[in-house]
């Protein structure tokens, strides 16, 4: 069984809904994240929290809201999707002190 | 400005042959380093990691070099498979000070039988 799940795997959307994407964890993990990728670009930091009540921004959390239900829950929302929000986007953890960081399959987002 | 930066888009190799692929950085604070492996339509994959404070770290087939003067990490992979291919992203950590990794834009290693 997957230790990082994230659900859905692909989405297709229109420009103005809201929609938004779930990772869940079994690691026990306290620290999750979520990461966009973009062709030619790598990983970029959306947001990431180090426990249920911490949550801050990353490199480029425009356009983008989280929250943080469990310590196994973090879930990461598009307010009104607009064209270039699509992208693969993807989930982490890693426990405190811990520079390692565990994945989840990622979701393919495509705005329309 | 990019803080890791992997210059080379793509790397071919013949099976049996090393493989190396190159990291860059800037940021002189960074104090942790990992090399993940990314599969199409799968999450990536750590590979292995080196401390700022080790110069070499080899696990089974591939080895981390880390030369801090130069801000400069290289991975080899010895012998090459062709279950290498990949795309392989450098990352970079503050540690304790830092809060995510620093990702470079990967590079696409492709091993031929």
């Given at each position: 069984d997957a230790d990082v799940t994230q659900t859905p795997r692909n989405r297709i959307t229109k420009t103005g809904k809201?929609?938004?994407l779930e990772c869940s964890?079994?690691?026990?993990?306290d620290r999750m994240y979520w990461y966009r990728q973009d062709p030619g670009l790598g990983l970029r930091l959306i947001y990431y929290s180090f426990d249920v009540k911490d949550i801050n921004k990353g490199e480029i959390s425009d356009g983008y809201s989280v929250s943080r239900q469990a310590q196994a829950k973090f879930s990461l929302s598009l307010e009104s999707a607009i064209p270039n929000q699509t992208a693969l986007y993807f989930c982490a953890t890693s426990v405190p002190g811990g520079d390692t960081q565990y994945f989840g399959p990622g979701t393919r987002l495509t705005v329309l | 400005d990019q803080q890791v930066k992997q210059n080379s888009p793509s790397l071919s190799?013949?099976?049996g042959r090393i493989s190396i692929l190159n990291c860059d950085y800037t940021n002189s604070m960074f104090d942790y380093f990992l090399w993940y492996k990314k599969y199409p339509a799968e999450g990536p994959t750590f590979l292995?990691?080196?401390s700022s404070i080790k110069d070499k770290n080899e696990d089974g087939r591939f080895t981390v070099f880390l030369n801090k003067s130069a801000k400069h990490l290289s991975l080899h992979i010895v012998?090459?498979?062709p279950g290498d291919s990949a795309v392989y992203?450098?990352?970079a950590s503050l540690g304790v000070a830092g809060t995510a990794l620093i990702f470079g834009k990967g590079t696409t290693l492709s091993v031929s039988s």
């Amino acid at each position: 069984d997957a230790d990082v799940t994230q659900t859905p795997r692909n989405r297709i959307t229109k420009t103005g809904k809201r929609i938004m994407l779930e990772c869940s964890q079994t690691k026990g993990h306290d620290r999750m994240y979520w990461y966009r990728q973009d062709p030619g670009l790598g990983l970029r930091l959306i947001y990431y929290s180090f426990d249920v009540k911490d949550i801050n921004k990353g490199e480029i959390s425009d356009g983008y809201s989280v929250s943080r239900q469990a310590q196994a829950k973090f879930s990461l929302s598009l307010e009104s999707a607009i064209p270039n929000q699509t992208a693969l986007y993807f989930c982490a953890t890693s426990v405190p002190g811990g520079d390692t960081q565990y994945f989840g399959p990622g979701t393919r987002l495509t705005v329309l | 400005d990019q803080q890791v930066k992997q210059n080379s888009p793509s790397l071919s190799v013949q099976e049996g042959r090393i493989s190396i692929l190159n990291c860059d950085y800037t940021n002189s604070m960074f104090d942790y380093f990992l090399w993940y492996k990314k599969y199409p339509a799968e999450g990536p994959t750590f590979l292995i990691s080196i401390s700022s404070i080790k110069d070499k770290n080899e696990d089974g087939r591939f080895t981390v070099f880390l030369n801090k003067s130069a801000k400069h990490l290289s991975l080899h992979i010895v012998p090459s498979q062709p279950g290498d291919s990949a795309v392989y992203f450098c990352a970079a950590s503050l540690g304790v000070a830092g809060t995510a990794l620093i990702f470079g834009k990967g590079t696409t290693l492709s091993v031929s039988s």
